[in-house]
């Protein structure tokens, strides 16, 4: 079994501040681009599903940070499924700096998402799709 999905992002210098560390709202969007691929990679048919009436709403989002980067730093985030409920899951990121002297554990990060249909005046919750549900599997 994997213990994660990965995706790969080399840090750019629009990402990072004045002072030339990564600007902190970076992270949250790196989560967002990682759950996108693992959809794209691993769950198409959850995608089409979104154009339809499934919405996934994030509920909590945090970031915990333990070292910086700077651009051009070569970066994995990691996702795997930390709970998976009827309509909510939760899923954990890791964010490690790749370099050839190994690998630095540079912040982690958790999101909570419940599973929403309908239209958007009467969204109610709804079941985590089966094929979500199975795509992640193995990375519980």
């Known amino acids: 079994m994997e213990e994660y999905y990965e995706y790969r992002h080399t840090v750019g210098f629009e990402e990072t501040n004045m002072v030339g560390n990564v600007y902190y709202v970076n992270y949250p969007r790196w989560q967002g681009r990682c759950r996108e691929m693992f959809l794209k990679d691993r769950a198409p048919s959850v995608l089409e599903d979104l154009q339809q009436d499934l919405k996934l709403f994030i509920l909590k989002a945090d970031c915990e940070f333990f070292a910086e980067l700077t651009a051009f730093d070569e970066l994995s985030i990691r996702i795997r499924l930390i709970e998976l409920a009827q309509t909510q899951l939760q899923f ?3 964010y490690v700096r790749l370099a050839a002297g190994g690998e630095t554990l540079v912040a982690r990060g958790n999101q909570r998402i ?7 005046t009467r ?15 193995p990375y519980s």
């Open 123 to 137: 969204t109610s919750p709804a079941r985590v799709p089966e094929a979500l549900a199975k795509a992640l599997q």
């Open 114 to 120: 419940a599973c929403m249909r309908g239209p958007h």
């Open 92 to 94: 954990g990121f890791d």
